[in-house]
T-cell receptor
Framework: GNSVTQMEGPVTLSEEAFLTINCTYT??????LFWYVQYPGEGLQLLLK?????DKGSNKGFEATYRKETTSFHLEKGSVQVSDSAVYFC?????????????FGQGTELSVKP | EAGVVQSPRYKIIEKKQPVAFWCNPI?????LYWYLQNLGQGPELLIR????????DSQLPKDRFSAERLKGVDSTLKIQPAELGDSAVYLC?????????????FGAGTRLSVL
């Protein structure tokens, strides 16, 4: 079946540190991959996406590359800010006949200290 | 452009009581989703609508949960009767259509506490 596994949190970093949040997936075919972010008290917002192998999604300094050979979509940022503190969700949308259904990982909480 | 609007934001009820959540999707979005998010977990799909038709409700506990999307716009999710284990955040999302590449836009959610 389809599933997403993320590294467990919480992740605590100092401001300007490098961020990596690991995400691996299991899926048939070629799913689309997403990172969503949830700030405290708010709904999920799309951070970036990639729809085919070797695509790189990027937004607000965050990047993730669709790696089919390792079934991974790790999130990275070169220099985090306090305002990046949030919960990050990796998700996939199966390729065929799934109606755009999103399958989420369990989320990784990021806390950035000044 | 207004986003996905959900109400209420918070709801506290006693077990065995009924409760309803309302969602107004982004204008023009044909596909509407209800997700359940338990504490510390990612959202899980409960039901998906294409216009007014429920096309995927396989994860909806139909003995106590029901949903409707009248005229293919607003949607209501109901629980009757509520149980302690229903305490969670209920998220509504919408997208232009059901293509897997399309972005789903989420509302802020309704946090339900069942006492």
């Amino acid at each position: 079946g389809n599933s997403v596994t993320q590294m467990e949190g919480p992740v605590t970093l100092s401001e300007e540190a490098f961020l990596t949040i690991n995400c691996t997936y299991t899926a048939t075919g070629y799913p689309s991959l997403f990172w969503y972010v949830q700030y405290p008290g708010e709904g999920l917002q799309l951070l970036l996406k990639a729809t085919k192998a070797d695509d790189k999604g990027s937004n607000k300094g965050f990047e993730a590359t669709y790696r089919k050979e390792t079934t991974s979509f790790h999130l990275e940022k070169g220099s985090v800010q306090v305002s990046d503190s949030a919960v990050y969700f990796c998700a996939l949308s199966p390729f065929y006949n799934q109606g755009g259904k999103l399958i989420f990982g369990q989320g990784t909480e990021l806390s950035v200290k000044p | 452009e207004a986003g996905v609007v959900q109400s209420p934001r918070y709801k506290i009820i006693e077990k065995k009581q009924p409760v309803a959540f309302w969602c107004n999707p982004i204008s023009g979005h044909n596909t509407l989703y209800w997700y359940l998010q338990n504490l510390g977990q990612g959202p899980e799909l409960l039901i998906r609508y294409e216009n007014e038709e429920a096309v995927d409700d396989s994860q909806l506990p139909k003995d106590r949960f029901s949903a409707e999307r009248l005229k293919g716009v607003d949607s209501t999710l109901k629980i009757q009767p509520a149980e302690l284990g229903d305490s969670a955040v209920y998220l509504c999302a919408s997208s232009l259509d059901a293509q897997g590449q399309n972005i789903q836009y989420f509302g802020a959610g309704t946090r339900l506490s069942v006492l």
